[in-house]
């Protein structure tokens, strides 16, 4: 099993900048494709990001492209989402994911673990 917990989140100006933070424990980080999703009120969840286990490949959803980066580090086992130039439409809760896939899917029930969310409020 793995748990996921992260941070980051808060509220910033449009343009404005943040990096959120996702933690993992229980099984081997590096075994996972790891990905960020967002869900804003009474929209369905969406993928953002995610990056592959070994960090070789990686994907955005066409919004974000240019502005958001995901990374990861294995040896802290832990992923992030740096996030520039916020948009108020980037205003949501932010969930990160591990999946058990060696290539990147986006739909949410390709996703086996779940961290809690962090909100990221973005004002105009």
């Known amino acids: 099993q793995v748990q996921l917990v992260e941070s980051g989140g808060g509220l910033v100006q449009a343009g404005g900048s943040l990096r959120l933070s996702c933690a993992a424990s229980?099984?081997?980080?590096?075994?996972?494709?790891m990905g960020w999703f967002r869900q804003a009120p009474g929209k369905e969840r969406e993928i953002v990001a995610a990056?592959?286990?070994?960090?070789?490949?990686?994907y955005y959803t066409d919004s974000v492209k240019g502005r958001f980066t995901v990374s990861r580090d294995d040896a802290k086992k832990s992923v992030y989402l740096q996030m520039n130039s916020l948009k108020p439409e980037d205003t949501a809760v932010y969930y990160c994911?591990?999946?058990?896939?060696?290539?990147?899917?986006?739909?949410?029930?390709?996703?086996?673990?779940w961290g809690q969310g962090t909100q990221v409020t973005v004002s105009s």
């Open positions: 994911a591990s999946s058990r896939h060696p290539f990147i899917l986006r739909s949410t029930v390709r996703y086996d673990y």
């Open positions: 229980g099984r081997t980080f590096s075994d996972y494709t």
């Open positions: 990056i592959t286990r070994t960090g070789s490949s990686t």
